[in-house]
T-cell receptor, first 112, second 110 residues
């Protein structure tokens, strides 16, 4: 019973390509998030959605576009991938805008 | 200066030892505080919330000092399975925005 799942787990691609990472939660939560953990292990929030509405949009290049088709899904699309986009991307969800966040297993993105 | 600062370690301790981690945060408007644990190549998992009154969960004790903007985690009777990176996390509010420290590495050895 996976609570927060992400696909793919690993993604290796060339610079300049466009790719998507998918996230799904089966917890019935209203709020979902995307985080980036870089090579120095810093985990930083990128976006959050509550009931499909964008709440947090940190200083992220506009090549990154989140999409929430419904409350259970938050996908991340990245255009024109750059070397610096290589990182582990974690999806998370919480019951609402105040509750504990639960993280997915991560997607390890490598841009060559 | 980073918003949440931690000693990166690593802390190398023998089984059974007591180890303490400290963390400071710079934003006095921060609303809630946590310790998360992250195993190698895994996702962060909530270890415990941190309150001013202090809270304990088995071998783990967390403490918050709002005046000094300081958070601590004490692990007693360390086990091999405690080996992980411990992340100090501050909730800045504004939509449940978590700010993570870089983490403190703990290695417990037999």
């Amino acid at each position: 019973d996976t609570a927060v799942s992400q696909t793919p787990k690993y993604l290796v691609t060339q610079m300049g390509n466009d790719k998507s990472i998918k996230c799904e939660q089966n917890l019935g939560h209203d709020t979902m998030y995307w985080y980036k953990q870089d090579s120095k292990k810093f985990l930083k929030i990128m976006f959050s959605y509550n009931n499909k509405e964008l709440i947090i949009n940190e200083t992220v290049p506009n090549r990154f576009s989140p999409k929430s088709p419904d409350k259970a899904h938050l996908n991340l699309h990245i255009n024109s991938l750059e070397l610096g986009d290589s990182a582990v991307y974690f999806c998370a969800s919480s019951r609402d805008l105040t509750d504990t966040q639960y993280f997915g297993p991560g997607t390890r993105l490598t841009v060559l | 200066r980073k918003e949440v600062e931690q000693d990166p370690g690593p802390f190398n301790v023998p089984e059974g030892a007591t180890v303490a981690f400290n963390c400071t945060y710079s934003n006095s408007a921060s609303q809630s505080f946590f310790w998360y644990r992250q195993d190698c190549r895994k996702e962060p998992k909530l270890l415990m919330s941190v309150y001013s009154s202090g809270n304990e969960d088995g071998r783990f004790t967390a403490q918050l000092n709002r005046a000094s903007q300081y958070i601590s985690l004490l692990i007693r009777d360390s086990k091999l399975s405690d080996s992980a990176t411990y992340l100090c996390v501050v909730n800045r509010g504004g939509g449940n925005k978590l700010v993570f420290g870089a983490g403190t590495i703990l290695r417990v050895k037999s």
